[in-house]
């Protein structure tokens, strides 16, 4: 396994702006926010390591994801094009729900949501539960070598699963499985020897 990851959450997009359901939706763009969040964590990551650090990049297939990773590689001087992508690092499929307003879901479903600690109450019909994306991405870790540092540009849900993971925080019981605290878009963590620690885009 990687000495240590970095784990970022894209930027805003404009399904976020509008309150429609994304999930795993292939191609959302970022918005001009989204993009200022990109530059945010491409600057603290570059504070943090420097120019052209020996970091491997993994992101997301989707494209929103994509679009932060080359914001962020700019900033530490890295090839785009040698990222990787890995369909097992996507968003929760959300099934029936993609593309839907939150208002329309909630119209329908009632309180899906626990808006605070940012989790659904109910399974998204057709979609996936946090244990399957947590299944999926225990594959994905299983087949990581030993190698350089990692930095993995992702998704609200499955990055706090992903480093609920790497952390070993234990199962949230609504969940079925680990899921870290929630990351503003923009933000990205360093986890090292299972411990985690926001990277802050403010250099003091």
């Keep these: 396994m990687a000495d240590r990851w970095?784990?970022?959450?894209?930027?805003?997009?404009?399904?976020?702006?509008?309150?429609?359901?994304?999930?795993?939706t292939p191609h959302?763009?970022?918005?001009?926010?989204?993009?200022?969040?990109?530059?945010?964590?491409?600057?603290?990551?570059?504070?943090?390591?420097?120019?052209?650090?020996?970091?491997?990049?993994?992101?997301?297939?989707?494209?929103?994801?994509?679009?932060?990773?080359?914001?962020?590689?700019?900033?530490?001087?890295?090839d785009w094009h040698a990222a990787r992508t890995d369909p097992r690092l996507a968003e929760m499929n959300v099934g029936e729900w993609s593309?839907?307003?939150?208002?329309?879901?909630?119209?329908a479903a009632g309180d899906f949501a626990d808006r605070e600690a940012g989790?659904?109450?109910?399974?998204?019909?057709?979609?996936?539960?946090?244990?399957?994306?947590?299944?999926?991405?225990?594959?994905?870790?299983?087949?990581?070598?030993?190698g350089p540092d990692r930095l993995v540009v992702m998704h609200d849900i499955s990055s706090r699963v992903l480093r609920g993971l790497l952390t070993g925080a234990p199962p949230r019981p609504e969940c079925g499985a680990a899921v870290a605290e929630r990351l503003a878009q923009g933000q990205a963590v360093e986890i090292e020897g299972g411990a985690e620690r926001l990277i802050s885009a403010d250099p003091s």
């Design 6 to 24: 970095f784990i970022a959450r894209h930027g805003e997009t404009v399904f976020n702006a509008a309150g429609r359901m994304q999930g795993d």
């Design 28 to 78: 959302t763009p970022l918005t001009r926010t989204g993009f200022a969040q990109a530059d945010a964590i491409g600057e603290a990551l570059r504070r943090r390591l420097g120019a052209k650090p020996a970091l491997e990049l993994w992101a997301s297939p989707a494209g929103r994801a994509l679009q932060t990773l080359a914001v962020i590689a700019e900033h530490l001087e890295l």
């Design 99 to 107: 593309g839907l307003y939150h208002r329309d879901i909630a119209a």
């Design 119 to 146: 989790l659904f109450r109910l399974r998204p019909p057709g979609g996936e539960w946090y244990d399957e994306i947590a299944v999926r991405l225990e594959d994905w870790l299983a087949e990581q070598p030993a």
